[in-house]
């Protein structure tokens, strides 16, 4: 169908303020609500602690005991916020990073825990990783290449089936592989579907850049590397069509659903992959997200309450279906409150 071009009038004919004179008629045009039902909401659990541990650099956030998973997970049930984002924080690290793919490594033990208490109340998604549980830190196994160290693609890929199938067989819902390795989505779908877990989806960090915003989560997970960076594996934020291809691929692969990750530099790249990916598409408001609204609203030179409602608008705006979010407990306090700042 051909498009009808249609001018905009301009003043006085056009007098755009007309449509904002009350918060009513707002609501009515605003186009788009929020809502905690599309929320994911990350929680961090640690192995040996016995009571939970404030997150230094995500003030607000705790790392908590097997014992405190599923109280604190009530407290996201009860505000219906439908889903959890697990990761890990194991006691022992070793190159191979072997706690992450135990059935009683922590983040199985406190999947099945979850489970056993929520059932369908609550979806499990898992973060499929190595660098919390590996000792240099890096996404995967090391190897010596011309006398420097590298990340083995294919070599992970055989760990991360590994990972996946264990959390699964905890009865993860969802896993959601964050190393950003080639191949990834293709290893997990196959080694789920070999050992009968054709139900269980895939949400892929997929379009994953190297960025500055991981800080805090790394102090969260001790998962910073002990050498080098991430660049190898994680995008280089310039291209966008680097960034659209790895989402598109991760489709080819399987994925269920793709993900950008970080949000709010992302926003182009979130549009971008909505557009063209046929599937629903998850952005991640990183710890570093989190942490800048919380110190500025610390200092007092920015209203938390406003800023977060301002920033989980955008990223919805954006073309995000799901958000996965460290606001959502209070985002969906404020909800239940009928705050709205618009
Ligand atoms: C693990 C992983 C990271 C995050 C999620 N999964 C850290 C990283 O890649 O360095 C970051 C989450 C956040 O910053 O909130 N690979």
Not at 205 to 221: D, M, N, Q
Request: hydrophobic residues 40%; contains cysteine; proline residues 5%.
């Amino acid at each position: 169908m051909e498009s009808i071009k249609v001018e905009t009038p301009v003043f006085p004919l056009n007098r755009p303020r007309r449509l904002r004179s009350n918060k009513s008629l707002r609501d009515l045009v605003g186009g788009m609500r929020l809502d905690q039902r599309t929320l994911i909401m990350p929680i961090f659990v640690e192995e040996g602690l016995n009571e939970p541990q404030p997150i230094q650099s995500l003030p607000g956030q705790y790392r908590y005991p097997l014992s405190h998973v599923n109280e604190f997970v009530s407290s996201i049930a009860d505000r219906g916020v439908p889903a959890i984002l697990v990761f890990g924080v194991p006691k022992n690290k070793d190159s191979m990073g072997s706690e992450a793919y135990k059935r009683s490594g922590v983040v199985q033990r406190a999947v099945e825990a979850v489970k056993g208490s929520f059932g369908d109340e609550l979806i499990v998604a898992s973060d499929v990783c190595m660098c919390q549980y590996t000792s240099h830190g890096h996404c995967g196994i090391l190897v010596e290449r011309s006398e420097r160290q590298s990340l083995d693609n294919d070599m992970t890929l055989d760990y991360l089936q590994r990972i996946a199938v264990s959390h699964a067989e905890s009865g993860a819902d969802v896993v959601a592989p964050s190393s950003n390795t080639d191949g990834m989505v293709k290893a997990i779908r196959q080694g789920l579907d070999e050992e009968g877990f054709n139900q269980t989806l895939i949400m892929s960090y997929s379009t994953k850049f190297a960025s500055s915003f991981y800080g805090p989560f790394r102090e969260a997970a001790s998962s910073t590397p002990a050498f080098g960076d991430r660049r190898t594996y994680q995008l280089d934020p310039r291209s966008a069509r680097e960034a659209l291809k790895e989402s598109l691929m991760d489709v080819e692969e399987g994925a269920d659903i793709v993900m950008v990750k970080p949000a709010l530099a992302y926003l182009d790249i979130i549009s971008l992959v909505k557009e063209q990916a046929p599937v629903p598409v998850a952005a991640y408001n990183v710890s570093g997200e989190y942490a800048m609204v919380t110190a500025a609203a610390q200092k007092g030179w920015i209203d938390r309450k406003k800023a977060v409602w301002e920033i989980l608008t955008s990223i919805k705006r954006a073309g995000a279906d799901i958000i996965i979010t460290y606001f959502a407990l209070e985002f969906a306090d404020w909800l239940e409150e009928n705050y709205s700042p618009f």
